[in-house]
């Protein structure tokens, strides 16, 4: 670390408590934020390394590294973040007043980057490693996964071709046996085994590359369901000790918890249990999920926003999507598909449960569906087709549809960088002298399913979630936050 | 009135101030907010009372009043304020904190309705009356409008049958050729003649209701953008004076104002010159414009939100409409269909100013197109059909197609209804012992282009527009705004 | 019936037979074509009488009867047809050549309604009962189906209250478990009683009204795939002996022939086994299905016919759909499903089949996924969002993305009034001194899977199925055919 | 050529006409069709041929001729004909009876290539060459289109890079103003002077590359209608000799017909005046036209012919359109546009008049809106955004919306190599002894504005003009034309 200084800053916490008899209690709370400054050289370490994500992650910082351009069909394009809310969104951080030529008292809001508004990695920094089941080295699997422009990865090649996976945690009861093929990369060995390979794996990464934080992100195929609901971490310990034969990200998840690497889920499947939570509190370490919240779940969240805080009730919502690439092979079967769809249903439950009016007591119910089928044909290049069907005044209807076509790898890519990102800036945060974690809940904006430390108490209101990372990071940099209520400008 | 006393509040503003240096200046500002309580009975005049707009929020109100059902294809359909935000929203008031059985604290978020937060007219109160320059009474007209069920009208009928629009203020010169049919049932006079009639309107409307307020409405047809810029109130009376022949809205508007009435402007022609600020500040009066923001446009200020709120520039949209309406024939020719495509086309400058690494400097360009057709066919019920492509991750495309379709009109009531709702509410307002307005901007959440107090300053934001004025309402209320950031819940 | 006498017209077959050698050999086959005149007083059985489809088609009938009209909110509307091949459409009969004014030749296409080229049973003068396992009667049940406007069923009330079902034939292994509660009026008895209870109400039905024929109808629930292929009447009769629980349709079928109606399948499940034909063939009568060819799979047919048809190879088809209705709910569990799938699915496989060139051999797989979910809000509303992805010049790839919407009921009832016109038209006409069928092939333009007397030969293509019927019909009524090649007008 | 042999083939034209007394009068006329064998060496001269339609065409000819194979993102890509009905398209020539394994009889459909019904020029062997208003050369106009894939056009460099356009005829009053800056590289002279260079060129094409045939394509801007009906030739020779401003389309046609080159039109303006036609046949020559049918208006025509030939009535057309090539930067301007539209809204005319029951004398009007505009970020990719409204049974409501994304240019480039294909050829056949055309009529379905050589009739509808041309060249290559009765095969 360059640096071993901190930025305080104190942030005045603003919220209304309504106690038993509906009566408001203005609270403000005085907090010190303390944000350790010395960014880490970090390793980013990828389950799933091989796939569509993977590499279009790597290519992508990559690309952006050495600043990159390529010809298209369209013209000549170069690297971008665009879709990465940490290096491409700017905040508002204050008003600015000034007067015209006329001497006309003026005012402007000023915006700022969120990258600069904290010490953060820079995606061009992290060191990129990680696992795979199966073995093509990240050349050939980059043309494999069919995202990417020829001209794009033809520069890369040479960086390409050196990088190849670790071999991958395998366990076929798991995923889709359609996945059975694609699996020549295995490691073997009990369940304990198993963990101690992946733990001596993150150990030889850190020192090869004398990292001093590593972040585990998994981002392989969705998992099927776990039955268990493994409740505290001494039940884990005995499962491994039986040799049970464990979901693989949750293999991953306690070998690098155990080695103090943060752990980041972005598939649907339930990986993050009560156990693992207290692992990652046992060990001073982090974790974050679940399920990427890239497209037609971050597009709905943003509708329910739109649409029930206009005071109007969708009543039915049916969600279709296709896509070609393994994520739509591996969703294919129904038991994958099903975290999938547990994944996907509840995000507007925050919205619905909030408007009693549109909502009354026993009438939550919206007609809600979910659909992901397997076109290989169309690749990456994920098709959504959504109907949101509301009742309007004196019961007439409103239809919405809308179909979203999108590289899903392109989609969710940024996003990781994202999380990565953040996580590790999180770990370097301590709230009134504590640190934060061990779930990483202001990083819900970012997932479908988002976890936090309080399980009976998630956001997904889009609007919300941005809001609170927002105004946090904003707080931590010492800017305030806005009530935008604009009293003071005589509006 | 039945009651003089007042609610006071007293809020704590937030905001930071950057100086020419970048540094932060975080402001607190207390103010007093002070609301009488007294609710006044209210009128509400409607120009074009007999088209779309005009009968549907006069049937919706007396359907709402009488609490009717009525039999549709679909079952047995009733009455609601579904799309209204001031009668069918529920805003976060605070968070309440208790244990669940196990002993476990648990918290949960309070929300509360908009209409419970302050004392506000209820919509069925409103003494309806207004000005058409067709004679058709209202029963005739709600049939014609076609918007809503045989089962409902047919229930109005002998309430509607009895309510007759005033002869109005018509000059084809500023519509659109196709209206002259229409026109049968119109006022004449000189230009100060005009103004005269109307204010005996309102003066007859008040007196025989016992109105204690009035609110004039503009919801008829678009006029074309008014060529002179009307820069201070002597100038507007030289006009009026000279008999030029004024656009019928600015005849409405500065008798409204003459009489000390609210003046709302629902169409998208320029009719809020600095002169009727100028004349509604000299009168004590408000007013409040232009264009309900009710689909289509409301849905791109949302979507502006998201994409570019996620670091996704967007950079083409085309905006496709029809409808069938008198309000789609109107629009049908050029000169009224420029007004139109001014309001909507610049919803999203906001977005794309605030936003530097999307849109750097001199490329803030993002091809935008407005298409608005008249279809007979499909009637009132409106038809947008829109795409957006943005790029995404290293060039790639993200394009989303949406295809809406609404009656216009059930869209459109609710919105006026909320207009005059809280236009008359915050007529009972003060802010540290001044009066609101004259322009009421915080109803910039219901308008395509919002006028405000500040030529130069202008929010489009969906999200943001709504965080002022749900946090000025709580702010009135007595409720603290929240700022998301749950450091104190340890989230 | 009114009349003995016979239309007989003969037409001179045009086809090309292609020996072994690949060389054309023209054949032109003279055919006698005899319709007998007299058209007889016709009974129209529904199985399902009270579902959506059944009490549309009894409202559509008794409305066209009276000429009613009614009020909608979109105005007055009136009874009419449309949708119906018989009733609504026309067919070019040939060119008339003339002079204009100033002495030019000039020609026209003279079109001929279909329903006035032979004599045909009027929509109106067919005589309406059914089955129904729910005892509703028809006024009720059409309240229920939510598919027409109150201000039509009112008038009807009087008419539909009399009629009511006769109990229904119910098997519950058959259809969807979620139709259990709606199964409140139904037979008893062993597999040959069911039977002989069917065939006395067939008897009935017709002594009652004086019919000269009987057209019994499938349009009830979907059942699942029977497993057995019942390749000959001997087997069937067996299992019948054996009370084997046989599909409630095949036991209609098996009632219907055995009393010499005419039995057509509207549903997608294997009713039509060889044993039925042998049956039919026996009995002297006729047999038609399977499935309604109504929406999707219409238009799927006809893009078929486009695209490919342009030389264009379809490479994905996704075809989503969802409603609301009874028909939505049965198809939710995924073994009656599995019936409808495999309707849908091999649409396009004679279109496939016929290009080689965007087809070679061992390359005729197309990705193309069929799906249907129940949406209860949107009632019999079905919505379908089709995308076809195809390969284009270059390889480069034409997208078309379609959403239709329709009342599910409103495009099948005219459907259903059409096949049961020609089936009782084409029981009175002999070619070449043959009675047609068992099977009615002819009918193959409405159904999405035809069964046809050459189990092996399929016509799929909406274009060729149409050009079938037309010519056989132009054939009967003594128009020729046309080859549209123009020579002769030196076009 | 190689060979002056003929193919003279006998067929039976079958139609029917009607008399006055609406009585039948089958017809059969016997007619020689006889096709010289020799297939000559024929150019394409393209004006406009460094536009997007011009290089598509080029390089998808060299493409195809050196069995190019290219890398895209989505793997390799390699050279076809997709699109094209000549390259592309089988058609039935006839059936195949035979016995399967079991000694049951069966039956097949057999399908021919088009291109190998008889002798045509394979595009491959067409001498590329044209005129074009920029001086770009091929291989930059390429790239400028960003049409096709850097993989593709980087194999084609060197032979693209010494194709140069000749310059082009240029008159900004009938194409947009927009157009200027494009125009470096125009002719200069009076009228006469222009035809007499355009004419040169074409003798240097045909002697230099020793062509025995030359055809001459307008793939151009499209130009504003020109507004004088020049109804004879005299009047044409008049206008030309008064250096009247003639369309540049007109100098062209001119100049083609004289060099005895055939004259094709592929924008809607309207070139093709009676003059034109009577210089084509004084000439011996022949022309046709207007408007390639590629997308929008050829998925419209199918779609008239499926729901009106269902009979259901369309009610509302609304088409958008939105792309950002030169084509759509040309259309923006209001009088080019005119003549698209122009050529866009009638096609469905002949549907219409055809069914009297749907649309009864009266009540032929439909809404019918066409909309295009010029967004420059999606290029070639074009976007067609259409809504069809129809009535159904009962007065319900069928709404079909479709959304279509397609390089524009990849759609209309085989259509022009069929057009010029088929042109050439037929100008090797004769129909009882009488050339064909002037006007080629039977390539009705490759244009949206059909002229034929009888002005008052013109066929729209997609099926009836495949059908003319596929019976057409059957007939010609001695294949039987088929009924679809199926009689003589007991269907």
Avoid at 406 to 413: G, M, Q, T, V, Y
Avoid at 455 to 460: L, R, S
Wanted: aromatic letters at 8%; charged letters at 25%; one cysteine or more.
């Amino acid at each position: 670390m360059k640096d071993t200084g901190s930025l305080i800053n104190h942030y005045c916490e603003r919220f209304t408590l309504i106690d038993e008899k509906e009566a408001p209690k203005l609270m403000t709370i005085e907090h010190e934020l303390k944000t350790s400054t010395a960014v880490p050289k970090c390793g980013l370490m990828m389950i799933g390394l091989g796939g569509n994500n993977g590499t279009t992650v790597t290519c992508g910082i990559l690309a952006n590294k050495n600043k990159l351009s390529w010809l298209t069909r369209r013209g000549e394009a170069s690297a971008n973040y665009f879709g990465s809310f940490s290096q491409s969104v700017t905040v508002k951080v204050g008003m600015r007043q000034s007067k015209d030529p006329s001497g006309k008292k003026t005012m402007e809001d000023i915006y700022k980057p969120v990258k600069d508004l904290l010490p953060m990695v820079k995606p061009e920094d992290f060191v990129i490693g990680g696992w795979d089941i199966n073995s093509m080295d990240m050349y050939n699997a980059t043309l494999r996964a069919k995202v990417l422009e020829p001209g794009l990865i033809q520069q890369l090649e040479k960086d390409l071709i050196k990088m190849k996976p670790l071999p991958g945690v395998y366990n076929l009861a798991y995923i889709a046996s359609n996945q059975e093929d694609r699996a020549n990369h295995i490691k073997e060995g009990t369940t304990s085994q198993l963990i101690q390979q992946v733990q001596e794996d993150i150990k030889n990464f850190r020192t090869t590359n004398k990292l001093e934080r590593v972040v585990v992100l998994w981002t392989a195929n969705t998992e099927r369901y776990y039955e268990k609901d493994i409740s505290n971490l001494e039940e884990l310990e005995k499962l491994i000790k039986e040799n049970a034969p464990l979901p693989p990200s949750v293999v991953y998840g306690v070998a690098a918890l155990r080695e103090k690497a943060i752990f980041l889920n972005g598939s649907p499947q339930n990986t993050i249990h009560p156990a693992l939570i207290e692992l990652a509190h046992k060990q001073g370490s982090y974790l974050a999920g679940s399920d990427f919240k890239s497209g037609q779940t971050k597009y709905k969240t943003a509708m329910g926003d739109y649409l029930i805080g206009s005071g109007i009730p969708i009543r039915s919502i049916v969600s279709y999507n296709h896509l070609g690439n393994n994520d739509g092979k591996n969703l294919s079967e129904p038991h994958t598909f099903r975290s999938k769809e547990l994944s996907k249903v509840s995000c507007l439950e925050d919205a619905i449960m909030s408007n009693k009016i549109l909502y009354p007591k026993g009438q939550e119910h919206i007609d809600h569906t979910v659909v992901i089928k397997y076109c290989p044909f169309v690749g990456d290049s994920k098709r959504a087709m959504d109907e949101y069907t509301s009742e309007i005044f004196l019961q007439g209807t409103n239809t919405i549809v809308s179909y979203n076509v999108c590289e899903d790898s392109l989609l969710a890519a940024p996003i990781m960088i994202d999380i990565c990102v953040f996580a590790e800036l999180f770990s370097r945060i301590s709230i009134d002298s504590k640190p934060m974690g061990p779930v990483l809940s202001y990083l819900s904006f970012f997932f479908k399913a988002p976890v936090t430390n309080h399980p009976e108490y998630v956001i997904n209101s889009l609007g919300r979630q941005k809001d609170m990372l927002s105004n946090f990071l904003k707080a931590c940099a010492g800017y305030g936050t806005e009530d935008n209520t604009m009293m003071a400008f005589d509006f």
